[in-house]
């Protein structure tokens, strides 16, 4: 009976033991898990902190301001036009027997560009020829019996008058039978061909369109208020639509001495220079002629402005994620850039896509142009290293 008892107090004892060790170790597994959920939650609310932060910064695009010759011009339209150019027109009428050059092709002075039907104008040339011959003869007899006065004085007359007569119908025909065949006028390209083979022409519209092309010229037609800002061989230079990324030099050539009293403006023509042969005839251009420069200007891009009540502000960044709103005096400008004359240095840095809306103090995210700044500020690092 003793030994039963020993037994279940025994038993007893050991299951309090495990029921101890048991809690003990679900309340290390409690803390655990609760300072795991802890760790994620906090880790959880830094992203999302992080994940607000980028989306509340605006991304934009950055350029550094730079240094440049900026210029004040007189800007206007025009056509390119060249120094010499002719419509070719035919001298007799005839049908065109044949054709020698096309459009585009390349013909001296001199050279035949088609040929009219001759027959009718050589058969006048003949008989031009038979009666200047028997005008002539009757001459040289009237001529000996008048030295001999065995004929009147009003004889002879008659007969000089009529052989001077006959010389000009043959000189005549003989010119028309050459006008047969056209020939150009100047040395130059041939860039309209108005005729078809076996057509008839005649003297009332051109045949063929020459132009030199080596030299050509822009004509354009300024207000009266700028005639003093203008002088023969100032430089301008133009630029056009088809051809974006290019410029192509100019200069003033000539001024018309005189206004024009109906529309207030005089002509001027200005020289342009196009080695290339890139600009042709009747393109349209954007003509702008130089008056002032300013060398070395610091300089920003135009679609960096944003415009209040008429005034021009631009947006720079500051510590790299916040923006500084300025107000700015611009001086010069040209089709890309605007200089500026205040508040602004050559270090700074200014939003050009996505400024619109800002706000002074804004947070930005820059998400292009550094690559440009790295280039710009390596280069200003370069010329420095040289200075020195």
């Known amino acids: 009976m003793r030994r039963l008892l020993i037994l279940a107090l025994t038993a007893a004892v050991f299951l309090v033991c495990c029921g101890k060790g048991q809690d003990q170790a679900s309340g290390e597994e409690g803390k655990a898990d609760s300072t795991a959920a802890a760790d994620s939650s906090?880790?959880?609310?830094?992203?999302?902190?992080?994940?607000?932060a980028r989306e509340a910064a605006v991304p934009v695009e950055i350029s550094p301001v730079k240094r440049g010759d900026v210029h004040d011009y007189i800007l206007q339209n025009a056509t390119v036009d060249t120094e010499e150019g002719v419509d070719v027109h035919a001298r007799v009428a005839g049908l065109v027997e044949r054709l020698n050059v096309e459009e585009g092709d390349r013909a001296a002075r001199g050279t035949v560009l088609c040929r009219l039907e001759d027959d009718d104008y050589r058969l006048a040339r003949d008989k031009a020829k038979v009666n200047y011959d028997k005008q002539r003869a009757d001459f040289l007899r009237l001529k000996d019996m008048h030295e001999k006065q065995l004929t009147s004085t009003q004889e002879f007359e008659d007969a000089r008058f009529k052989l001077e007569q006959a010389r000009i119908d043959r000189e005549t025909a003989e010119l028309n039978l050459e006008r047969t065949r056209i020939a150009a006028p100047i040395d130059g390209v041939v860039t309209s061909r108005y005729i078809r083979q076996g057509e008839l022409v005649d003297m009332t519209r051109p045949l063929f369109r020459i132009v030199d092309i080596k030299e050509k010229i822009v004509v354009v037609h300024i207000p009266e208020r700028e005639i003093g800002r203008l002088r023969q061989g100032q430089q301008a230079y133009l630029s056009t639509d088809n051809l974006p990324d290019r410029r192509f030099e100019?200069?003033?050539?000539?001024?018309?001495?005189a206004v024009d009293a109906e529309t207030g403006t005089f002509k001027v023509t200005l020289g342009l220079t196009d080695p290339e042969n890139t600009l042709r005839p009747g393109m349209f251009v954007s003509v702008h002629i130089v008056t002032e420069t300013h060398r070395n200007a610091l300089m920003i891009p135009k679609v960096a402005l944003v415009y209040e009540n008429g005034s021009p502000y631009a947006f720079f960044v500051e510590q790299d994620t916040l923006t500084r709103r300025v107000r700015l005096e611009t001086g010069f400008s040209d089709e890309d850039h605007v200089e500026v004359l205040s508040s602004v240095?050559?270090?700074?840095?200014?939003?050009?896509?996505?400024?619109?809306?800002l706000k002074d103090g804004a947070r930005i995210r820059v998400v292009a142009g550094l690559l440009e700044e790295r280039e710009h500020l390596a280069g200003r690092a370069a010329t420095k290293e040289n200075k020195i």
Do not use: F, W
């Open 42 to 52: 906090a880790d959880s609310t830094a992203v999302a902190d992080s994940a607000k």
């Open 250 to 257: 100019a200069s003033v050539k000539r001024l018309a001495p």
């Open 345 to 357: 240095a050559e270090s700074d840095r200014v939003v050009v896509v996505g400024q619109n809306g």
